[in-house]
């Protein structure tokens, strides 16, 4: 977990943004000019950088600041918008709610949140964080005290967060994740390479786009850190959402899943029937579709786009669908399973590409009509890339554009 200012601190600077004045933020704020004086102080000692110039007619923000203040406000807001929603769902009362600010909660009090919400227990979401339970324990149920809100509730397998907790979780995560990025837009200002982009991976990013981007992308920014996060889609879509992704990549869901997130399509991934070179079909002509309902076939699990072309191979074709099948995900297992037997697999080219160069498995000529994937990215709408993240999306288009030239 990164390491997240004092809210505070946060909605002092914000403030003495917004006025240029520090006395004016107090008045807004209700804290001592001093108090407000020595938040900044330590906020920019924290983040080494100064984040104002001080004038005799105020305080102006640098260009580090400006960054930093673009992404707090945006972060405070989605605390703000998270308190409300989870009053809204725990049925607070009027009063709480006309009330509820980011001023009303801590850092110490989210992140106890958080790490209670992903370890299900005191004791782990303490060693998580580095903390005592005890300690985060009373955080929660300051936090808790503070909303006049239950958000957490035990059970038979643990601590379970309160359906306005989750809303509050989700939020948090958001607003945590603007700070990373204002600090990255921070570091960003002084001319380094370094900062950090968290990327969800379906199967078929893995082995051809993503490399590549990534490849490119590192030789320009070194120090960057990438962290890649694979899985099903549904998972991966959920940390997207809730702020754990930047950025996913894969075959794209038609319709849209959810309102909150938006995707673009980088190329058409045509699909094939592959097996290994030696494979008894592969030396034969065009394939018929019954022989290929008799094969052995290694499919993607239900509920995916890919199964539902596979499926409709033999239902569109009023033919009775393989009975010998067995559910992969992991491209490196299907890869081994198709050299060592004489089963079949639909993969796209791109997944396949360097298998078909080198010759390890070849395609069964069978018409595929209309059997494409769009590849491409999926986005958070409200998502803003800092200046690094938005050359590594800019890249992405470019290696789409490369590979839709792959038929």
Known sequence: MIDIPNLRHLNAFVEVANTQSISKASERIFLSQPAITQAISKLEKSIKTNLFERRSDGMYLTDAGERYSFRVQRALEQINNGIKDAIRIGKGDKKTLANSRVIAVTTTQLRALLAVSEAQNYTEAGRRIGVSQSSLYRASRELEDGLN???FEKTSIGICISKAGQSLVRATKLAFSEIRQGLDEITNTSNT???NIVIGSMP???TCILPETINEFTEQYPDYTIKIIDGPYQDLLYHLRNGDIDVLIGALRFPTPVCDIKQETLFASPNSILVRKDHPLASKGEVSL???????WIVPRQNT???KMFDDIFIENNCAQPTQIIEVSSQALIRELLLG?????LLSKHQAYREIQEHTLTIIHFPL???ERPIGITLRK??????SQEHFIHLLREKGLAFSGIQ
């Open 193 to 195: 390479s370094a900062g």
């Open 204 to 206: 078929l990013a893995r």
């Open 290 to 296: 019954e022989e290929l309902a008799k094969q052995s």
């Open 341 to 345: 037997s004489d089963k079949l697999a």
């Open 369 to 371: 009509a209309d059997k």
């Open 149 to 151: 809100l239950v958000l």
């Open 305 to 307: 786009p890919a199964r």
């Open 382 to 387: 409200n998502w803003q890339a800092t200046t």
